[in-house]
């Protein structure tokens, strides 16, 4: 098992363009997850998948995103028209996950996709 | 709410010395866990140790250990004979209750070992 992967690593775009980006979990990780970071602040919360159902949204997700999962195993998050304030490190992680609390859940994180929007 | 404070933006240690990173939780969840990950410049998320709220001992792995004060609600890191590698920014997370494991980070402490 090779990790979480992202692709790309870096995208350069232009304001009002479409991107997306890709994450392949850990193969037996059921659970994934989207943040993004800014600079100089820690990851914040986008989505949550547990197999191919998308269980929570944060309120920072707003309707230019739209992640899906369609398999229960990779997962593309998209970023319509982009805007200069969407320029950030978009993390995914996977996990494990019962449904109940357990320390052995950690979320295992990828290398993170840079977007800049000039 | 849940909120995780990290009130040191940058902090300096001398290589081969212990170094604590401060981290302050708030949460009214009874069960909970928290973390500490490590981000190097590569940008990749590195989980180094963790703690549950029930767990009776305070959490270590290697050079790493957690000080866990439940009353006190903090959850401090500290790093024993710190490396040259070491060097890299730090969050401290937590994760409450219900079904996900979704995590609530910090700001983040930027540590800086020095030979």
């Known amino acids: 098992d090779t990790g979480v992967s992202q692709d790309p690593r870096h995208k350069i775009t232009k304001r009002g363009q479409n991107v997306t980006f890709r994450c392949d979990p850990i193969?037996?990780?059921?659970?994934l997850y989207w943040y993004r970071q800014t600079l100089g602040q820690g990851p914040e919360f986008l989505t949550y998948?547990?197999?191919?159902?998308?269980?929570?949204k944060s309120r920072l997700l707003s309707d230019r995103f739209s992640a899906e999962r369609p398999k229960g195993s990779f997962s593309t998050l998209e970023i319509q028209r982009t805007e200069q304030g969407d320029s950030a490190m978009y993390l995914c992680?996977?996990?494990?996950?019962?449904?109940?609390?357990?320390?052995?859940?950690?979320?295992?994180f990828g290398a993170g996709s840079r977007l800049t929007v000039l | 709410a849940q909120k995780i404070t990290q009130t040191q933006p940058g902090m300096f240690v001398q290589e081969k010395e212990a170094v604590t990173l401060d981290c302050t939780y708030d949460?009214?969840?009874?069960?909970?866990?928290l973390f500490w990950y490590k981000q190097p410049s590569s940008g990749e998320m590195i989980f180094l140790i963790y703690?549950?709220?029930?767990?009776?001992q305070n959490a270590t792995e290697g050079r790493y250990s957690l000080n866990f004060q439940k009353a006190r609600k903090s959850a401090n890191l500290v790093i024993s004979a710190s490396q040259l590698g070491d060097s890299a920014m730090y969050f401290c997370?937590?994760?409450?209750?219900?079904?996900?494991?979704?995590?609530?980070f910090g700001t983040g402490t930027l540590l800086a070992v020095q030979p």
């Open positions: 997370a937590m994760r409450g209750g219900g079904a996900t494991n979704k995590l609530i």
């Open positions: 703690q549950g709220s029930y767990d009776q």
């Open positions: 992680a996977s996990s494990l996950g019962s449904g109940t609390l357990s320390g052995a859940n950690v979320l295992t």
């Open positions: 998948f547990q197999n191919e159902a998308q269980l929570e």
């Open positions: 193969s037996e990780h059921n659970r």
């Open positions: 949460t009214s969840d009874p069960s909970y866990g």
